[in-house]
Structures are given as structure tokens and as C-alpha cells.
């Protein structure tokens, strides 16, 4: 796992994964996402039996994406999957799928953003002497932190210090949230999106304990 090119394009799909769920697409994203560069990208990525379904799902969907009419459509899923805390949402913070549900129940209390998971990562970047930009005002256990911060590793970081945290921390909850996604989400492209992350990191964890 220590070739570089290899360590690259690793890091480049945790970026566009982490860029996904950072923000809702808009114009830019739209334009950078449907460039001959990116297109390339993503067909090299579908030519991976495990991802090609859900990728050619989001390909699919950027495609129609030909109005702005259909352009807010996209960020009305993006924003009642990811900006409402209803129970028809999958908000994507570490915190509301670990936190301990037997003390939650009893205290009837909801876990608390800004929490333990979030105090974890916030010492995951200072370690790494990164932080979470003032223009992202979530709480740093959100997914695209998480995903940023495994781009960071790969270019920057042993095997086993990636490995030790996608296991422990990213991959933990990943497999509730995409099942909440996909049970949430109204349209095709973030419920694709979200089991594409979630083959993607199987698929990356099995690569890196193969090489430790």
C-alpha cells in the first residue's frame, strides 16, 4: 500500500466521497463532478464489480441534472437526509450511532452533538495538526470529516495508523448509517452514494490488513 500512485488515488476517493456529503451539490460541484477528468475517474472506479452499480446510479443522476429545477430537487434530499434531525433523516455524525443505547435509554436522553465522538476527532486533527475549517460549521464527527481525514492518512500515514483508524472509528458506524440512508432517502443518488462509501471502506480495509 506504500506505492504512491496507489496511496494517491485512494486519497482522491475518500476526497470526492467526503466532498459529497460535505455539502449539497451546487453549480461548481456539478460542473467539476461532470468534467472529462472526473468522468474518467469515476469509470475507473465502476469498473470494480462491488461499486459498479452504485456508481453508475450517481453518474446516472448527475446526468439528468439539467435544470435548476432538478439541481434543488438534489439539495431538498441533501437537507432532509442530512440538515433535519427527524426520524426520517440520517444525520451523519459518529455520536448518534455509537453512543452507548442502554444508558441513552434508560436516561431517555438524545446523544448530545458536540460529544465524546466529537472530542475524539477533534484529537484525531490536532494530532495530525489539522482542524475542521471555520467554513464547516458541523460538529467533527460528521461523515465528511472523517472521509477528509482518511484522504490525509493515506498520503501521510503508515498502513497500520490507517488501518487502526478506519477500523475503530470510520467503519464502526458506517454500516448503520448507510442502511439509515437507504432507508431515508426519497431519490437514488444518496442512498448510492452512501453504499458506495460503505463498499469502498470494506474494500480499503481489506487492502491495508492485507498489507499489515
Known sequence: MNNTDMNKARAMVYRLL????AKEIDHQLLHELT??????FLAQLASEPSFKRDV???VSVLGSLTSDKALMELAADYCGLFLVGTKHSASPYASLYLQD???SAKAGDQPLLFGEQHQLMVQFLKQSQLQVQTSFPEPADHLAVSLA????LCISASDEEQLSFIESYLNSWLGKFAAKVTQC???????????LTQSWVSSD????REES
Do not use: I, N, Q
Open 101 to 103: 443505547t442502554s444508558k
Open 205 to 208: 480495509l481489506a487492502g491495508l
Open 18 to 21: 467526503s466532498s459529497l456529503f
Open 185 to 195: 432517502d426519497s431519490g437514488d443518488f444518496y442512498c448510492a452514494l452512501a453504499r
Open 35 to 40: 468534467s472529462e477528468p472526473a468522468k474518467a
Open 56 to 58: 453508475d446510479a450517481m
Open 149 to 152: 481525514y482518511v484522504e490525509h
